[in-house]
Nanobody, 121 residues
Framework: QVQLVESGGGLVQPGGSLRLSCAAS????????MGWYRQAPGKQRELVAA???????NYADSVKGRFTISRDNAENTVYLQMNSLKPQDTAAYYC???????????????WGKGTLVTVSS
Protein backbone atom coordinates (compact mmCIF):
# COMPACT_ATOMS: atom_id res chain seq x y z
CA GLN A 1 0.00 0.00 0.00
CA VAL A 2 1.00 3.56 -0.70
CA GLN A 3 -0.06 6.69 1.14
CA LEU A 4 -0.20 10.20 -0.29
CA VAL A 5 -0.21 13.17 2.06
CA GLU A 6 -1.11 16.53 0.53
CA SER A 7 -0.72 19.94 2.07
CA GLY A 8 -0.64 23.61 1.18
CA GLY A 9 -4.17 24.48 0.16
CA GLY A 10 -6.09 27.43 1.53
CA LEU A 11 -7.69 30.78 0.84
CA VAL A 12 -5.74 33.33 -1.18
CA GLN A 13 -6.58 36.59 -2.88
CA PRO A 14 -6.46 36.94 -6.66
CA GLY A 15 -2.89 37.47 -7.78
CA GLY A 16 -1.53 35.62 -4.79
CA SER A 17 0.51 32.43 -4.54
CA LEU A 18 0.27 29.03 -2.93
CA ARG A 19 2.51 26.00 -2.89
CA LEU A 20 1.05 22.52 -2.74
CA SER A 21 3.03 19.47 -1.74
CA CYS A 22 2.33 15.75 -1.90
CA ALA A 23 4.52 13.17 -0.22
CA ALA A 24 4.25 9.50 -1.16
CA SER A 25 5.26 6.76 1.23
CA UNK A 26 4.85 3.02 1.65
CA UNK A 27 5.53 0.15 -0.71
CA UNK A 28 7.21 2.16 -3.47
CA UNK A 29 9.68 0.51 -5.84
CA UNK A 30 9.78 3.32 -8.35
CA UNK A 31 7.63 6.28 -9.31
CA UNK A 32 7.05 7.00 -12.99
CA UNK A 33 4.70 9.95 -12.89
CA MET A 34 3.63 12.48 -10.31
CA GLY A 35 1.06 15.10 -11.01
CA TRP A 36 -1.75 17.34 -9.90
CA TYR A 37 -5.35 17.35 -11.04
CA ARG A 38 -8.16 19.65 -9.96
CA GLN A 39 -11.90 19.52 -9.83
CA ALA A 40 -14.10 22.56 -9.48
CA PRO A 41 -17.73 22.24 -8.34
CA GLY A 42 -19.88 20.90 -11.14
CA LYS A 43 -16.93 20.22 -13.41
CA GLN A 44 -14.89 17.19 -14.39
CA ARG A 45 -11.49 16.51 -12.90
CA GLU A 46 -8.76 17.89 -15.13
CA LEU A 47 -5.00 17.64 -15.36
CA VAL A 48 -3.16 20.67 -14.03
CA ALA A 49 0.45 19.56 -14.29
CA ALA A 50 2.48 16.38 -14.32
CA UNK A 51 6.13 15.40 -14.33
CA UNK A 52 7.73 12.11 -15.23
CA UNK A 53 10.73 10.58 -13.53
CA UNK A 54 12.73 11.65 -16.57
CA UNK A 55 11.80 15.27 -16.09
CA UNK A 56 9.21 15.67 -18.84
CA UNK A 57 6.50 18.11 -17.79
CA ASN A 58 2.99 18.70 -19.02
CA TYR A 59 0.76 21.64 -18.11
CA ALA A 60 -2.81 22.57 -18.78
CA ASP A 61 -2.96 25.58 -21.11
CA SER A 62 -4.85 27.53 -18.47
CA VAL A 63 -1.92 27.40 -16.01
CA LYS A 64 1.10 27.68 -18.31
CA GLY A 65 3.39 30.47 -17.19
CA ARG A 66 1.75 30.67 -13.77
CA PHE A 67 2.17 27.21 -12.21
CA THR A 68 5.35 25.19 -11.85
CA ILE A 69 5.57 21.52 -10.96
CA SER A 70 8.68 20.09 -9.36
CA ARG A 71 9.73 16.81 -7.83
CA ASP A 72 12.08 15.65 -5.13
CA ASN A 73 12.71 12.10 -6.26
CA ALA A 74 14.73 11.22 -3.18
CA GLU A 75 11.78 12.18 -0.96
CA ASN A 76 9.05 10.92 -3.33
CA THR A 77 7.47 14.35 -3.14
CA VAL A 78 5.87 16.53 -5.77
CA TYR A 79 5.22 20.25 -5.48
CA LEU A 80 3.00 22.67 -7.33
CA GLN A 81 3.97 26.31 -7.11
CA MET A 82 0.95 28.40 -8.08
CA ASN A 83 1.45 32.09 -8.83
CA SER A 84 -0.84 34.79 -10.15
CA LEU A 85 -3.83 32.84 -8.93
CA LYS A 86 -7.23 33.59 -10.41
CA PRO A 87 -10.74 32.93 -9.08
CA GLN A 88 -11.15 30.30 -11.79
CA ASP A 89 -8.31 28.33 -10.19
CA THR A 90 -10.60 27.62 -7.26
CA ALA A 91 -10.95 23.86 -6.96
CA ALA A 92 -10.01 20.78 -5.00
CA TYR A 93 -6.51 19.78 -6.05
CA TYR A 94 -5.58 16.11 -6.10
CA CYS A 95 -2.17 14.52 -6.18
CA UNK A 96 -1.79 11.57 -8.55
CA UNK A 97 1.06 9.09 -8.59
CA UNK A 98 1.78 6.29 -11.08
CA UNK A 99 4.24 3.81 -9.68
CA UNK A 100 5.49 0.26 -9.30
CA UNK A 101 4.90 -1.23 -5.87
CA UNK A 102 7.69 -3.04 -4.07
CA UNK A 103 5.75 -5.93 -2.58
CA UNK A 104 3.65 -6.90 -5.58
CA UNK A 105 5.80 -5.41 -8.39
CA UNK A 106 2.56 -4.26 -10.02
CA UNK A 107 2.21 -0.91 -11.74
CA UNK A 108 -0.69 1.05 -10.37
CA UNK A 109 -1.79 4.54 -9.49
CA UNK A 110 -2.91 6.33 -6.37
CA TRP A 111 -4.87 9.49 -5.66
CA GLY A 112 -4.58 11.82 -2.73
CA LYS A 113 -7.63 12.91 -0.77
CA GLY A 114 -7.44 16.42 -2.16
CA THR A 115 -6.66 19.85 -0.81
CA LEU A 116 -8.94 22.82 -1.35
CA VAL A 117 -7.69 25.99 -3.03
CA THR A 118 -9.96 29.01 -2.90
CA VAL A 119 -9.06 32.19 -4.74
CA SER A 120 -11.28 35.04 -3.65
CA SER A 121 -11.12 38.61 -2.49
Amino acid sequence: QVQLVESGGGLVQPGGSLRLSCAASGSIFSIYHMGWYRQAPGKQRELVAAKTSGGITNYADSVKGRFTISRDNAENTVYLQMNSLKPQDTAAYYCHVYLRETTTQTITDYWGKGTLVTVSS
